[in-house]
């Protein structure tokens, strides 16, 4: 697993930014919900080689990781690791839910829509972090 990443077959290649998630059930919660391009890096690191298929995609890179601290970590090493040569945005799924461990796949049905609404935004404007870097929603 630590080759390649969850779902890469199944992105849209026509879409200008990948998801990344932790786990196959948010990767799943995303592409159910319409956003096709997503990718679970299937645990709370990334390697190389996952680094290496990221920059080779050349695209907008959006982290949404789960709401604990092995998540949070993780947001930042893929932002560490890539906005040198990549827009990366990092979205806090703490903003979205109280729940601490929580996941995108975990959201209720108003969360889970206020967080795919975020990402349409971001999607079409990668300034737009810069907006939402004063309300809170959006780090990077």
């Given at each position: 697993?630590?080759?390649?990443?969850?779902?890469?077959?199944?992105?849209?290649?026509?879409?200008?930014?990948?998801?990344?998630?932790?786990?196959?059930?948010?990767?799943?919660?995303?592409?159910?919900?319409?956003?096709?391009?997503?990718?679970?890096?299937?645990?709370?690191?990334?390697?190389d080689?996952?680094?290496?298929?990221?920059?080779?995609?050349?695209?907008?890179?959006?982290?949404?990781?789960?709401?604990?601290?092995?998540?949070?970590?993780?947001n930042?090493?893929?932002?560490?690791?890539?906005?040198?040569f990549?827009?990366?945005?990092?979205?806090?799924?703490?903003?979205?839910?109280?729940?601490?461990?929580?996941?995108?796949?975990?959201?209720?049905?108003?969360?889970?829509?206020?967080?795919?609404?975020?990402?349409?935004?971001?999607?079409?404007?990668?300034?737009?972090?810069?907006?939402?870097?004063?309300?809170?929603?959006?780090?990077?």
């Open positions: 697993k630590a080759l390649t990443l969850y779902n890469i077959s199944r992105i849209d290649k026509n879409d200008n930014y990948i998801i990344i998630v932790e786990g196959m059930k948010s990767c799943m919660w995303f592409y159910e919900n319409g956003l096709k391009s997503v990718v679970a890096t299937m645990g709370s690191s990334i390697t080689e996952q680094v290496k298929l990221l920059l080779k995609l050349g695209r907008k890179v959006i982290c949404i990781c789960d709401n604990d601290t092995a998540g949070q970590r993780l930042q090493k893929i932002y560490n690791r890539l906005y040198k990549l827009p990366v945005v990092k979205i806090d799924l703490g903003f979205y839910t109280d729940i601490k461990e929580a996941s995108p796949s975990d959201l209720d049905f108003d969360e889970g829509d206020d967080l795919i609404e975020t990402i349409k935004e971001v999607i079409d404007n990668v300034w737009i972090k810069y907006f939402f870097r004063k309300n809170g929603k959006i780090r990077s």
